[in-house]
């Protein structure tokens, strides 16, 4: 079946300093990603909507120049959070359309320290 | 855009039991409804779908039913093992656009 790969599964950063996480389709190819973000016993919040070739589409309430998005070919997006404080500890998942329900990844536990 | 709501947020059967959780929405564009389990540290997975041209969709233990005129969909899932429990979020979505999801149910099959 369809298999989206996430990496890193988990990461601890310093307060100020930046995070990149990545999102790969492994068996085909992704126009569209979505970069969720889910905290403890809570449902997944759509954060952006990831397009190859062209700019993110951000939620609103999202900020676009701390969550940086890249989609540079269609089975990479990548997700940078930048300037990370405490409060941007989460659990970080992305997902993909291999065109029947969406595949997720296996979500990224970020801690801010 | 779309709003969806899903109840209850916990529910508890005992083994052998039928669970049922429910969900609604509000954009008549919606035309996908598909129902995902999580898994305690797990990322969600995909157990059953159902197209808006479709009223009913059954896989073994589960079914998926679906109310257009009404905008609601529900899930069942019969004869509940333990290893039934887990987190399940329904969604909905446009063709080819983004989901929206519930905010999820806690299903707890006690033995």
């Known amino acids: 079946g369809a298999v989206v790969s996430q990496h890193p599964s988990w990461v601890i950063c310093k307060s100020g300093t930046s995070v990149k996480i990545e999102c790969r389709s492994l068996?085909?190819?992704?126009?569209?990603m979505f970069w969720y973000r889910q905290f403890p016993k809570q449902s997944l919040m759509l954060m952006a909507t990831s397009n190859e070739g062209s700019k993110a589409t951000y939620e609103q309430g999202v900020e676009k120049d701390k969550f940086l998005i890249n989609h540079a070919s269609l089975t990479l997006s990548t997700l940078t959070v930048t300037s990370a404080h405490p409060e941007d500890s989460s659990f970080y998942i992305c997902?993909?359309?291999?065109?029947?329900?969406?595949?997720f990844g296996s979500g990224t536990r970020l801690t801010v320290v | 855009g779309e709003n969806v709501e899903q109840h209850p947020s916990t529910l508890s059967v005992q083994e052998g039991d039928s669970a049922v959780i429910k969900c609604t929405y509000s954009d008549s564009a919606s035309n996908y409804f598909p129902w995902y389990k999580q898994e305690l540290g797990k990322r969600p997975q995909l157990i059953i779908d159902?197209?808006?041209?479709?009223g009913e969709k059954k896989d073994q233990r589960i079914a998926v039913t679906l109310n257009k005129t009404a905008k609601h969909f529900s899930l069942h899932i019969t004869e509940t093992q333990p290893e039934d429990s887990a987190v399940y979020f329904c969604a909905a979505s446009p063709h080819a656009g983004k989901s929206t999801f519930g905010d999820g149910t806690t299903l707890t099959v006690k033995p």
């Open positions: 997902s993909a359309s291999p065109g029947r329900g969406y595949t």
């Open positions: 068996d085909f190819q992704a126009t569209t």
């Open positions: 159902i197209r808006s041209n479709v």
